[in-house]
């Protein structure tokens, strides 16, 4: 029998196995002549030959080998600190920082006497980072391979984004600072780069697609069916990037006009707040041993992420998923939003840079603590623990608790009614309708009640 049959060789280059046999891992055995191997014939299917040889993915050793090779300017071993040595093994293996929660099986105040130093377990580094000393409240990082979270699975969507908008990347960036970023002002104009991750800049076509005439023969679902079958998978290694993409997203336009019309709403707004706990943009970062810009940025889309929720919330009739009691972030504030220059800012693509970008980033501001008076509105008269309580209520007691958000009602309007008037400076004005609507529905739910 073995001598009928024609085993291929080892490793051959010349005779390659059918795309089943590759599949399966397995040696394609075909006899001499024929072109259809005995795997195929015994199933009766075509013998086909057009997959070819998945990348071979090269071990830590190699790939720090080969980046050492390709350095010139490289660092002596010996002249480099252990934590410098730790953090040039983590970039190199393509790792995620996982915040430790308080009752995780990774206890904090334990991890406070861990070494930070990477450390190699069957050829996987491990580390973890601890941003602050604090021994109340530990704020550590695990450092986490993403082969370990599956960031990467053969079913990852292929990204066809940027060889479909190459011709027109500059207008569509453009385009959303000048247009989107006004009215959503979570990323950084200044800092910006435009090589930034396929998935950031996807979420940001997506908006700005609509509005840019230059691209305007590109098929936004290129982008939407992308980001929808991307996203599932990057919610399981997420960083800040990945965040800021997942609030783009949720921002999409409607192209098809059914009820409801962006199906799984308040799905993608779970992800979304497992998401931000992963990564722990609910703990004030204010004292963490982070850059500033760091800091701006997780404070930013924190609170974007909060208003996200509230709304999403109230709109759809479903329960918050955020509750106050685990999160500690200051509120954001003007100083968030780096209003410095830069040559390469994307500042400058604002109609009327200055004064668009204040005004916008006043009005996010304003969102964010208008959004804290909704979600005590919607812990106190839309849980479903709440309305029996309030049915139980003397009605003294329930006029008392309605006035009480009414004040806080109107002294929110005192201090940001300018914003809700518009500024006749801004043509047109994105946000300052949507801010008096969120506003205006405040009052009425007050008033229904």
């Not at 051959?12 to 014939?41: A, F, T, V």
């Not at 190699?120 to 986490?144: H, K, L, Y």
């Not at 329960?319 to 220059?341: A, K, R, W, Y």
Request: aromatic share 8%.
């Amino acid at each position: 029998m073995a001598s009928t049959l024609e085993s291929r060789q080892y490793r051959s280059r010349k005779q390659k196995p059918c795309d089943l046999c590759r599949k399966r891992r397995i040696c394609c055995i075909r006899e001499p002549g024929s072109h259809s191997c005995s795997l195929c014939r015994t199933r009766n299917i075509d013998c086909t030959y057009v997959s070819s040889p998945p990348v071979r993915l090269r071990t830590p050793k190699e790939r720090m080998r080969r980046s050492h090779v390709g350095n010139t300017t490289p660092t002596s071993p010996a002249t480099e600190s252990p934590s410098m040595q730790g953090r040039a093994r983590i970039e190199e293996l393509h790792h995620t920082l996982q915040y430790v929660g308080l009752s995780g099986d990774q206890d904090p105040y334990l991890l406070q006497h861990s070494s930070r130093d990477a450390k190699r377990q069957d050829d996987v580094a491990w580390a973890c980072q601890t941003v602050n000393n604090d021994p109340v409240m530990p704020a550590q990082f695990t450092i986490v391979p993403d082969q370990h979270l599956d960031a990467r699975p053969t079913y990852y969507p292929k990204n066809n984004v940027e060889e479909s908008v190459h011709p027109y990347k500059e207008a569509l960036i453009k385009t959303y600072f000048n247009i989107v970023h006004p009215s959503f002002p979570i990323l950084d104009p200044i800092r910006f780069n435009p090589n930034s991750s396929s998935l950031l800049l996807a979420s940001m076509y997506a908006l700005s697609h609509k509005f840019c005439s230059e691209a305007g023969q590109i098929d936004p679902w290129i982008f939407l069916d992308f980001l929808g079958r991307a996203l599932p998978l990057e919610a399981r290694n997420p960083k800040l990037d990945s965040i800021e993409a997942a609030l783009l997203y949720s921002q999409r336009h409607t192209y098809i006009f059914r009820a409801p019309t962006m199906p799984g709403m308040i799905a993608e707004t779970g992800s979304l707040i497992g998401m931000s706990h992963d990564i722990g943009l609910n703990v004030d970062p204010t004292n963490w041993r982070i850059s500033e810009t760091d800091k701006k940025r997780r404070i930013r889309l924190w609170w974007a992420v909060y208003m996200q929720d509230k709304w999403v919330a109230l709109t759809l009739g479903r329960p918050s998923f955020l509750h106050d009691e685990q999160s500690n972030v200051p509120m954001v504030t003007i100083s968030d939003f780096d209003h410095g220059e830069s040559e390469v800012s994307y500042l400058s693509a604002l109609a009327s840079s200055r004064i668009m970008y204040s005004v916008s980033t006043g009005m996010f501001v304003a969102m964010a603590e208008l959004s804290v008076l909704l979600s005590d509105i919607l812990s106190t008269f839309y849980t479903v623990r709440g309305i029996r309580r309030l049915r139980e209520a003397p009605r003294q007691g329930m006029e008392c608790v309605i006035d009480s958000f009414t004040n806080r009602l109107e002294g929110w309007y005192n201090i940001y009614n300018t914003l809700l008037q518009g500024d006749k400076r801004l043509l047109p004005d994105p946000t300052g309708k949507l801010l008096h609507l969120m506003y205006s529905t405040n009052k009425e739910f007050l008033m229904i009640t």
